[in-house]
């Protein structure tokens, strides 16, 4: 691929953000860490320097050489990028004295120049830097400026070098959008056909000359991402995809089935195999969460491996990893190191299975696999399916786990579920879910005390789920979904709603 734009990382917390508004604009980006960029740049049409939590003044900060770069392919720097640029080039970059994080407005645009085309004086921007700089080198052109920073766009002469103080890919610079699309379009010409319906052409094509004729299993969560990957993957091999869908015991109400019925519609080839007994017996007198998630690991991997190896001369195993668990990340604290995040959605799979991988979403963000998903004709429903944690309603389920209790919370998550849909409320909602707590309390229903279970419903807004804050839902929403829990659920008479937000708290409660 040709058409590509190189994001040079420098740590900062936006720069996952700067590769999907590259993406947007149907460009294809890649983000490697400063100090490891890629040996062949002539795959990079234009390149894009992150900012960075460091000061370009410490001795410790990034300090790349951009002699392969510099005057040889259209670069712009962004924030610490920019500063970088100024600082070693004869420009004098200081800490600032005045605020400088938050909402701005460019007070000066320079016109005529196509870097700032349809970006307007009053343009508002998102500025977050501590350094500032003072003064540009004088090899530059000055191209904008906010009330409070003189030196926010600027130029290199005789090259198409850029850097600008403003961070473009936050949504709050307005038109952040544009000034990309003015550098990666208009300045380094690069064509916008990076689109999920050329992704699902490519990749197909990619799929059945890697993989040939031979056969593939992989593990199926009801999720977005190994759904996505399943559906491009039948789509190469077809019916020598081999899918398995593990029932653990503790999915949402009627999933098992509900779910691999819709897989089965879909046209692909899959096992359904229910070792809820088997889940649960090991489970059995387990309260330790970390311990849970071992136990469910351990046994998701043996049942696996069992109907693995009733796939005769499967030599592959596909999963739906995407790109944010492979993106090797600039450390924000402790000096720039990389680290790799490795992933399996299926839990770790033994080396001893001896299989070969493959992840046709490992270059995707989220959004990008729900929009090919769309592109390939999945259902609505299926694709904005709120993200559901390996383990299940044993995380849930605060303290040990019983057949008795996974039913009531069952029912409980089922009727807030539900009852988002209904409302509409779904869609606004990242993730939802009920908590079974351990605890009793005392509740009244008729002339009768009650002494029975409470349980909690939490709803998030996230985009990650790293961070995350909970949802203001509609009081009568609420009432509505309590008075039906108490009523409908024997065995649960209080439901309290979870206003915490993530940090300090986290999204499930173990
Ligand atoms: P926390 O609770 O850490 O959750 O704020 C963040 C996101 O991760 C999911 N989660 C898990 N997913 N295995 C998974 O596959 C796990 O053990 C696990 N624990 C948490 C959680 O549902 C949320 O989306």
Known sequence: MQNKVLILDFGSQYTQLIGRRVRELNIFSEIKPFNKPPEDLSEYKAVILSGSPFSVRAD????????????????LGVCYGAQYLAHFNGGNVEKSNTREYGRANLSHVETGNPFLEKVNTGSQVWMSH????????????????????????????????YGIQFHPEVYHSTDGKQLLENFLVNIAGIEQTWTPDAFVETTVAELKEKLGDEKVILGLSGGVDSSVAAVLLHKAIGSNLHCIFVN???????????????????????????????????LAGESDPETKRKIIGRVFVEVFDDESKLVKGA???AQGTIYPDVIESVSATGGPSAT??????????????????????????????????????LDKELLG???????????????????????????VDHIFINGLREWGLYDKVWQAGAMLLPVNSVGVMGDERTYEKCVALRAVESTD??????????????????NDIINKVPGVNRVVYD?????PATIEWE
């Open 499 to 503: 206003i915490s937000s993530k940090p």
């Open 248 to 282: 653990n015991g503790l999915l949402r109400k009627n999933e098992f089935d509900g779910v691999l019925k819709q897989y089965e519609g879909m046209g692909l080839n899959v096992k359904g195999v229910d070792a809820s007994a088997r889940f649960l017996d090991e």
């Open 315 to 317: 030599n592959w195993l």
């Open 60 to 75: 410790d900060a990034p300090h790349p050489d951009l002699s392969e770069i510099r005057g040889k392919k259209p670069l």
């Open 340 to 377: 790799i995040k490795s992933h399996h959605n299926v839990g770790g799979l033994p080396d001893y299975m001896k299989l070969k991988v493959v992840e046709p979403l490992k270059m995707l963000f989220k959004d990008e696999v729900r929009r090919v998903g769309a592109s390939m004709g």
């Open 465 to 482: 789920g790293m961070t995350a804050d909970w949802v203001n839902l509609p009081y009568e929403f609420l009432q509505k979904t309590s």
């Open 385 to 411: 399916r709120h993200p559901f944690p390996g383990p299940g309603l044993a995380i849930r389920i605060l303290g040990d786990i019983t057949r008795d209790k996974v039913a009531i919370l069952q029912e």
């Open 130 to 161: 501590a350094d500032t700089i003072k003064q540009l080198p004088e090899n530059t052109q000055l191209l904008a400026s906010t009330h409070d920073v003189e030196n926010a766009a600027f130029k290199f002469d005789g090259e198409e070098t």
